[in-house]
């Protein structure tokens, strides 16, 4: 599966960015998928992952109640809506789905596979 993040951009403390990871190739709603950020000089971290019912989500304490996860599996996308978003928050966000199908969700970098490329998000203060 290849897969395509889009959405980012410069936003102020505060405001909202919807960010979208597109797919393409292998069946796409077989698989969680993850989305993780990286800052400059800082490792990649998790940010939030979806099953690929679309049931199950789990979120990193430092988004959580502020980042919403979804997916269309019609439409083989999958959101992140982020909300109050703070300076902070600014880094690259990649999506990526997981390495093997209807896996239960994980915040383990190494168990996706299919990386995108990445999408800037930049908050101001």
């Known amino acids: 599966v290849q897969l395509q993040a889009s959405g980012g951009g410069l936003v102020q403390a505060g405001g909202s960015l919807r960010l979208s990871c597109a797919a393409s190739?292998?069946?796409?709603?077989?698989?969680?998928v993850g989305w993780f950020r990286q800052a400059p000089g800082n490792e990649r971290e998790f940010v939030a992952a979806?099953?690929?019912?679309?049931?199950?989500?789990y979120y990193a304490d430092t988004v959580k109640g502020r980042f919403t996860i979804s997916r269309d599996n019609a439409k083989n996308t999958v959101y992140l809506q982020m909300n109050s978003l703070k300076p902070d928050d600014t880094a690259v966000y990649y999506c990526?789905?997981?390495?093997?199908?209807?896996?239960?969700?994980?915040?383990?970098?190494?168990?996706?596979?299919?990386w995108g490329q990445g999408t800037q998000v930049t908050v101001s203060s």
């Open positions: 979806i099953s690929w019912s679309g049931v199950s989500t």
């Open positions: 990526a789905a997981d390495r093997l199908p209807y896996r239960g969700i994980t915040a383990a970098a190494g168990a996706f596979g299919s």
């Open positions: 190739g292998r069946s796409f709603s077989m698989y969680a």
